[in-house]
C-alpha cells in the first residue's frame, strides 16, 4: 500500500523521458522491498516542451554562420537557454511557464489518490528543477489559486520533503531586494504533527558544480526553511572535480544515501 509520493523533476539541459528511473530503482534497492512498495515515484518530463525549438535554431545557426565552440554552445542553447525561456509573463497560459507547469499539474494527478488525499509528498528536484517547483509551489499557495475541490494532496498541503540538488535557485532572486526575497511556505498545512516534525527541505551541492548553490544564504527567510545545505562529492575520476559534477548527483552514493534515510524517516512517521 502506497503511504509516500514522490515527484522528480529535471533540469536543464536535453533530458529523455524516464531519465529518474535509474536513482529509483537504486534508492528502492536502498529502501528494501518492504519500504519500496510503501512509495510511488512521479517523473516530470518537460524538455519536449523547447527541445524542437532549440534543434530547430541550432541546425539552421550552424548552416547559416561559421560557429565555433560547438560543444560549449550546444550546452548554451539546450541547457542555459533553458533558464532564459522559462520566465513568468501576464498571461501564463501558452507560454513556456505555463506549458511546464501543466507538465508539473499531469505528474502531481497521476499520483493522486482520491482514497487518500492526506498522502505526504516529497519533491526530488535537480537543478532548474528546483527553481520551477519553487515557482509552481508558490502559484499555489496563493489565497484562491488552488483549484475547487483540489485535494489536500494536489494543492501541495501534504508536502513534507524537499530535495534539491544542484540548484540555482540563487540567481533568480537578484532582481529582488534581499529583504524581499520570500520562500514558499514549507512543510505542508495538513500535515500530521508526526510527519511534520520529521519534515525537512534538504539542498545538496558540489563545490564543484557552478551551477548547483547553498540556499540559506539568500536570506534569513530561507533559512528558517531549508533545514540544512549539504556539501557532497559526486562523479567519478573525470567529472567530480570539475563542472560536469552537476550531472552525476542522481546516482551517486553521496546523494542517494542520505536522501533514503530521510525518505525512511518519513515512512516512520
Keep these: 500500500m502506497t503511504e509516500l509520493n514522490i515527484l522528480v523533476i529535471h533540469g536543464m539541459g536535453s533530458q529523455e523521458k524516464y531519465y529518474s528511473h535509474p536513482m529509483r530503482d537504486e534508492i528502492n534497492e536502498r529502501l528494501g522491498p518492504e519500504l519500496a512498495d510503501r512509495v510511488s515515484w512521479g517523473e516530470v518530463y518537460w524538455a519536449d516542451v523547447l527541445k524542437e525549438r532549440q534543434t530547430e535554431y541550432f541546425n539552421e545557426a550552424r548552416q547559416s554562420a561559421d560557429l565555433d565552440f560547438i560543444s560549449m554552445r550546444r550546452f548554451m542553447v539546450y541547457s542555459v537557454a533553458d533558464a532564459s525561456a522559462y520566465r513568468k509573463t501576464e498571461d501564463e497560459k501558452d507560454t513556456v511557464y505555463g506549458d511546464i507547469h501543466s507538465k508539473v499539474t499531469k505528474a502531481l494527478g497521476k499520483l493522486d489518490d482520491p482514497a487518500d488525499p492526506q498522502r505526504p509528498l516529497v519533491v526530488v528536484a535537480h537543478s532548474l528543477g528546483g527553481h520551477i517547483m519553487s515557482n509552481y509551489i508558490w502559484d499555489l499557495q496563493k489565497p484562491g489559486a488552488a483549484p475547487e475541490g483540489a485535494s489536500d494532496f494536489l494543492a501541495l498541503r501534504t508536502l513534507a520533503g524537499m530535495i534539491t540538488f544542484g540548484c540555482n535557485i540563487p540567481f533568480f532572486t537578484?532582481?529582488?531586494?534581499?529583504?524581499?526575497?520570500?520562500?514558499?511556505?514549507?512543510?505542508?498545512?495538513?500535515?500530521?504533527?508526526?510527519?511534520?516534525?520529521?519534515?525537512?527541505?534538504?539542498?545538496?551541492?558540489d563545490p564543484d558544480d557552478v551551477l548547483g548553490y547553498p540556499l540559506r544564504p539568500i536570506n534569513f527567510a530561507y533559512r528558517k526553511v531549508v533545514d540544512e545545505d549539504i556539501a557532497i562529492n559526486v562523479g567519478g575520476v573525470t567529472t567530480s572535480w570539475n563542472p560536469l559534477s552537476h550531472s552525476h548527483y542522481w546516482y551517486d552514493n553521496d546523494f542517494t544515501v542520505p536522501v533514503t534515510e530521510f525518505l525512511k524517516s518519513l515512512l516512520e512517521a
Design 174 to 205: 537578484f532582481a529582488f531586494k534581499k529583504s524581499e526575497i520570500k520562500p514558499i511556505t514549507f512543510p505542508g498545512s495538513a500535515l500530521t504533527p508526526a510527519l511534520r516534525e520529521r519534515s525537512r527541505w534538504f539542498n545538496f551541492y
